[in-house]
C-alpha cells in the first residue's frame, strides 16, 4: 500500500499536478509548523532540502508582514509562505538557523517563557525523559480519580507507546491536574527529572535571543509555561499565562512581542479574546493553508514539518493537496 501511495504522489508531481495545485492555491497562505532540529546528516540534509523547496516555489515572508497585509487588506504575494518554530529549544539556535539564514528564510519562534528562564521544563519533554530514564519496566498511573493506565515498559517501542499515551491523557485533563499528574509519574517511575534539562532538552538562552533577534529572527509569545488554555479554570491565570509571557518577552528585547502561538493549538473562548485584544496574529496546529477569502488572522492554520518528513508529502501538504487534519 505504502508503495502504491508513493507511486501515485510520483506520478502526480511528474504530470504537473502539484505545479496545477501550488497555482490554483496561489493566494493562500502556507504557514509552516517546526519543533525541534537533529544535527544528524539525514536531518541536516532533509531541512536543507525543503528550504530549497521554500526558496524555489514560494515567497518566503515574516509574521509581521503578513499580520500587516491582511490587517490593512492587502494582497499577499503570490504562494506566501511563513516559518515557525515552536517552544524555543537551543537546537534552532545551533542547528537551524544557520541554515534558514544561508537561504534567506525569516523565522518566527514562539517562545515557551518559563522553560527559558530554567523555571521549569516542557512538560512533554519531562514526560519523554522520565519514561526513558526509568528502569522500571511497567507504569501505573492514576489519571484521575476513576481511571489509571498500566502499560508496559519492556522495549522501546513500549516506551514510544506508553510517552504517546501518557501525553494524550495529559492533553485531556485540567491544568492543575496535568501538573499533578506529571509528579505521580515522576514518583512511581523513580527518576527525578533535575531542576535543569539536560543538552538534548535544553531551552535558547536570552543572550541567544538577543542574539538572534539581532540578526532578524522574530518572537512570539507561546505562553509561561506550555499550559493548555482550555483547561486554565482561573481567568486570571489565563492572563497570567499569555500576557507574561509577552512582556518576558518585550523586557529582554526592549520591542513589542506582538504574535501569539496556541499551545498544542488549543484555543478558548476565553483565551481568544485576550489575544484578539494584545496581538496581531495567533497561530493554531490545525493542518491546513489559509484560504486567501476566509483567512483569520487569529485563526492561522500549519503545516506541520520536521526536517525528516518525506520530501514529497511536505510538497504536496504545501501545494494544497490532501490537507485538514490536526498537528499537536
Not at 518566503?60 to 499580520?67: G, H, L, R, W
Not at 500587516?68 to 542547528?95: K, M, Q, W, Y
Not at 499551545?263 to 473562548?269: L, T
Request: positive net charge; proline residues 5%.
Amino acid at each position: 500500500m505504502a508503495l502504491a501511495k508513493s507511486m501515485v504522489h510520483r506520478l502526480f508531481r511528474k504530470t504537473g499536478g502539484l505545479q496545477l495545485a501550488r497555482y490554483m492555491n496561489r493566494r493562500s497562505l502556507r504557514i509552516v509548523m517546526y519543533h525541534r532540529f537533529s544535527g544528524t546528516l539525514h536531518s541536516v540534509r532533509g531541512l536543507e532540502q525543503q528550504c530549497r523547496h521554500y526558496r524555489q516555489c514560494y515567497s518566503p515572508i515574516s509574521m509581521t508582514e503578513a499580520a500587516s497585509r491582511l490587517s490593512e487588506r492587502r494582497p499577499l504575494p503570490d504562494n506566501a509562505l511563513i516559518v515557525t518554530v515552536d517552544d524555543g529549544h537551543r537546537d534552532f539556535c545551533d542547528i537551524a538557523w544557520p541554515i534558514f539564514s544561508a537561504y534567506g528564510i525569516p523565522v518566527i519562534v514562539y517562545l515557551v517563557t518559563d522553560f527559558l528562564d530554567q523555571r521549569t521544563w516542557l512538560w512533554s519533554d519531562c514526560i519523554e525523559y522520565v519514561m526513558h530514564a526509568t528502569p522500571r519496566r511497567t507504569l501505573e498511573l492514576p489519571i484521575d480519580a476513576e481511571r489509571r493506565i498500566c502499560l508496559p515498559l519492556h522495549t522501546l517501542t513500549d516506551r514510544e507507546v506508553a510517552i504517546r499515551t501518557v501525553k494524550h491523557e495529559a492533553k485531556r485533563v485540567s491544568n492543575e491536574r496535568r501538573i499533578a499528574l506529571l509528579k505521580d509519574l515522576v514518583k512511581g517511575l523513580g527518576v527525578e527529572p533535575g531542576y535543569t534539562p539536560p543538552p538534548e532538552y535544553a531551552p535558547l538562552s536570552w543572550d541567544q535571543v538577543r542574539t538572534l533577534g539581532g540578526a532578524g529572527v522574530e518572537f512570539g509569545a507561546h505562553t509561561r509555561s506550555h499550559a493548555l488554555l482550555s483547561k486554565v479554570e482561573d481567568d486570571t491565570q489565563i492572563q497570567y499565562e499569555i500576557l507574561g509571557s509577552q512582556r518576558r518577552i518585550e523586557s529582554i528585547l526592549d520591542s513589542p512581542a506582538r504574535h501569539f502561538c496556541y499551545p498544542n493549538g488549543d484555543v478558548s473562548e476565553r483565551s481568544e479574546t485576550i489575544v484578539r485584544r494584545h496581538f496581531d496574529s495567533a497561530t493554531t496546529t490545525i493542518r491546513g493553508i489559509n484560504r486567501h477569502d476566509i483567512i483569520d488572522r487569529f485563526h492561522l492554520e500549519r503545516v506541520g514539518v520536521d526536517p525528516e518528513s518525506r520530501y514529497l508529502l511536505v510538497e504536496q501538504y504545501l501545494a494544497g493537496v490532501r490537507i485538514r487534519s490536526s498537528d499537536n
